[in-house]
């Protein structure tokens, strides 16, 4: 039993560049989340799918990033034209829930990202 | 709005001494969940527990108890015992309980290190 798998573990970019990470989710579980986590804080909401769809994106995912998840498996993030403030480790987790109740979310490793 | 304080941000301990780390929260929501996650070096987020906020039994599992008082607002979380593998930056979570996202609040973290 697998956990929540990301790719790359690390990156290293040049300011302007694109960059994108992969996230396998636990099998079988329905929503996908993306996080951002700056040093000394906690992780902080992105946006989040239930299967292919993307319900809700925070005012923190500007219009340089973007996130997929087309077959209701794995997701990718990209963020556009990078900006030294996009540096942060960005985390992926995944949930089995069904209609509203809540659910415990599992989450990877995280890929770390450097903007230079 | 939801809000998680850990006001404590480092905490230093001797192996084998225990150690409480605090975690107060703010919701206007009736009902909701409340984590705790570790986050050792390698980065990755590792789930401890999740409560309901209509379930106030304090919970135990081996070495870590949980205290849950709805009445302060707060969910504290001890290890007994503390072992250098308990280092880790620990963070509190709060999470509503209707809405199908359960996207997580955190905390900023406490940052354990049990020297030996």
């Known amino acids: 039993d697998t956990g929540v798998s990301q790719d790359p573990r690390h990156k290293i970019t040049k300011r302007g560049q694109n960059v994108t990470f992969r996230c396998d989710p636990i099998s079988e579980h329905n929503r996908l989340y993306w996080y951002r986590q700056t040093l000394g804080q906690g992780p902080e909401f992105l946006t989040y799918f239930q299967n292919e769809a993307q319900l809700e994106k925070s005012r923190l995912l500007s219009d340089r990033f973007s996130a997929e998840r087309p077959k209701g498996s794995f997701s990718t993030l990209e963020i556009q034209r990078t900006e030294q403030g996009d540096s942060a480790m960005y985390l992926c987790a995944s949930s089995f829930g069904l209609g509203a109740s809540g659910n415990t979310i599992y989450f990877g490793e995280g890929s770390w990202l450097t903007v230079v | 709005a939801q809000k998680v304080t850990q006001a404590q941000t480092e905490i230093s301990v001797v192996e084998k001494e225990d150690v409480t780390l605090d975690c107060v929260y703010e919701t206007r929501d009736t009902t909701y969940y409340l984590f705790w996650y570790k986050q050792p070096p390698s980065g990755e987020l590792v789930f401890l527990i999740r409560r309901n906020s209509f379930d106030e039994q304090n919970e135990i599992s081996g070495r870590y108890s949980w205290n849950f008082q709805k009445s302060t607002s707060s969910f504290n979380f001890t290890i007994t015992a503390s072992q250098v593998v308990d280092s880790a930056v620990y963070f509190c979570?709060?999470?509503?309980?209707?809405?199908?996202?359960?996207?997580?609040?955190f905390g900023k973290g406490i940052t354990l290190s049990v020297r030996p």
């Open positions: 979570a709060l999470s509503e309980y209707v809405g199908a996202n359960s996207k997580l609040t």
